[in-house]
């Protein structure tokens, strides 16, 4: 039986991804901090149906020797390293807090797994944030990066140490550079579920507006399901390459609201109000992914389409608003 470590299982990916691990027959460790084991009903609210079905392991991503120890115990044959502080705006606001432990805690997984379980099969999860302020649409392996936030340089940072370890020291390690992908188990601090809660609260008479900056950035939106799809896709090849995950569309976040509230027979422009605050000090336009490689040697494509996705996210927001719990809006690891 495999064995797979995933650091970040508490959020969306790392959730669909022990699913779909399970179903494939692995064993499954998980790494969270102890405050997730302090508080499982706020932290752990994405993976409660799988408690379970693995194991789960306390570490800090700023400790090297919790993740050696942890790596150690386990010997794992595949590691998915998932965890990060992933929010872009927050990333200005605390850039040293996101760049420290981003890198440093890919350094510390690259580092524990060469000396501990070499044998390992590594993947980084990378971000499309990392082409910023893009010199080509759409973006693919070869398109040259610009990160324009913190968080985006810290992902490029371990893109390039995931690449040296691999070519340095031979080890099976890689990078999924994924565009955006949402779910119903996708943090509340994004705009994708910002826009979906906000609808649902409005519809039901929660709420009566929504305040967003800018409406005409374009992203390039797939489904969680069929990204972590890709990530095992990636650690089952014969040797380690680097892929862009997309589904070749950008739509932008005027579109996204539009079908939002379409769905639910709104009109968005009656509850939204424009916020100069929310803006980003320094904007990226568009981001759009080319996963003709991924498609050709992954065969590889996503199977759930734009519309869709927001029907399934607005359709989750309802049902918890009406049962009057905010439990997919906990705090997250």
């Known amino acids: 039986m ?19 691990l399970l179903s494939k027959g692995y064993e499954v460790h998980g790494i969270v901090r102890r405050v997730a084991l302090e508080h499982p009903q706020a932290r752990m609210w994405r993976i409660r149906h799988l408690l379970d079905k693995i194991t789960i392991h306390s570490a800090s991503l700023e400790s090297y020797a919790s993740i050696f120890n942890i790596v150690s115990a386990v010997r794992p044959n595949e590691c998915y390293h998932l ?6 705006s927050y990333s200005f606001e605390d850039e040293f807090s996101t760049i420290n432990t981003n890198l440093n805690g890919t350094h510390y997984m690259l580092s524990a797994i060469k000396r501990q379980a070499p044998a390992c099969r590594f993947y980084f999860a990378a971000s499309s944030e990392m082409f910023g302020k893009v010199e080509e649409t759409p973006q693919n392996e070869q398109t040259p990066f610009h990160p324009r936030s913190p968080y985006g340089i810290s992902k490029m940072a371990g893109f390039e140490l995931t690449r040296n370890y691999r070519e340095g020291y031979g080890l099976f390690a890689l990078s999924g550079i994924l565009f955006n992908h949402e779910s119903p188990r996708r ?6 579920r910002k826009i979906t809660s906000a609808a649902a609260k409005i519809k039901l008479g929660i709420e009566h507006e929504l305040r967003l900056g800018n409406l005409e950035a374009k992203r390039d939106w797939g489904h969680a ?22 589904t070749g569309r950008s739509y932008s976040v005027r579109e996204f609201l539009e079908k939002c509230f379409g769905c639910l027979e709104l009109d968005y422009e009656q509850f939204l109000v424009l916020d100069n605050d929310l803006y980003r000090p320094a904007e990226v336009n568009i981001l759009q992914g080319d996963a003709s490689k991924a498609r050709h040697k992954l065969k590889w494509k996503p199977a759930i389409k734009f519309e869709k996705m927001i029907n399934e996210m607005v359709d989750s927001d309802l049902q918890w608003y009406r049962q009057g719990t905010e439990v997919g809006f906990a705090a997250t690891l």
Do not use: N
């Open 187 to 192: 943090g509340a601090e994004f705009v994708t």
């Open 225 to 246: 399901r069929d990204y972590v799809r890709a990530m095992w896709l990636m650690l089952q090849l014969d040797a380690p390459e680097d892929f862009v995950i997309a």
């Open 2 to 20: 495999k064995k797979a470590l995933i650091t970040g299982i508490t959020g969306q990916d790392g959730s669909y991804l022990a699913e779909l």
């Open 83 to 88: 965890a990060a502080q992933s929010y872009v």
